[in-house]
């Protein structure tokens, strides 16, 4: 049950964008295992002025952030790494070092649905 969420800069126009995410979400299923119907991917805007890295870095950066159960393997993780940032560069133009992607890996305890903490409910894995 992997949440995704994609911090892009506002200059990225909307028709990459909505690959992106189509794409990403295929990422999570066929990279890291996950049933096609559980994750959710979404992008949030910022205006660059709303911005700022070091003069010397690209203000237009992306972050990712993944939420997810523990458990996942290292190299399943590097392989989600590599293909979410060629994912990225191939709908943005911006270069790997722009693309800062970081998991964060959250126990079925810490989250519900519905009011329903995840570790009640049968989700199938």
Same mark, same amino acid.
């Given at each position: 049950?992997?949440? $995704? /969420?994609? #911090?892009? +800069?506002?200059?990225?126009?909307?028709? +990459?964008?909505?690959?992106?995410?189509?794409?990403?979400?295929?990422?999570? $299923?066929?990279?890291? @295992?996950?049933?096609?119907? #559980?994750? #959710?991917? $979404?992008?949030?805007?910022? +205006?660059?002025?709303?911005?700022?890295? #070091?003069?010397?870095?690209?203000?237009?950066?992306?972050?990712?952030?993944?939420?997810?159960?523990?458990?996942?393997?290292? @190299?399943?993780?590097? /392989? &989600?790494?590599?293909? &979410?940032?060629?994912?990225? /560069?191939?709908?943005?133009?911006?270069?790997?070092? @722009?693309?800062?992607?970081?998991?964060?890996?959250?126990?079925?305890?810490?989250?519900?649905?519905?009011?329903?903490?995840?570790? /009640?409910?049968? &989700?199938?894995?």
């Amino acid at each position: 049950m992997p949440f $995704v /969420k994609i #911090h892009i +800069p506002s200059s990225i126009e909307l028709s +990459p964008r909505e690959k992106i995410v189509k794409e990403v979400r295929e990422a999570l $299923v066929n990279t890291i @295992d996950i049933k096609f119907n #559980h994750g #959710h991917v $979404v992008i949030y805007d910022s +205006p660059v002025p709303s911005r700022c890295v #070091h003069e010397s870095r690209n203000n237009s950066f992306v972050i990712v952030e993944i939420i997810m159960f523990p458990g996942r393997s290292a @190299d399943m993780k590097e /392989k &989600l790494f590599h293909n &979410l940032t060629e994912i990225i /560069k191939n709908h943005t133009g911006l270069k790997g070092e @722009d693309i800062l992607i970081t998991i964060i890996e959250s126990e079925r305890d810490n989250w519900a649905k519905g009011g329903i903490g995840l570790s /009640k409910i049968d &989700l199938g894995y």
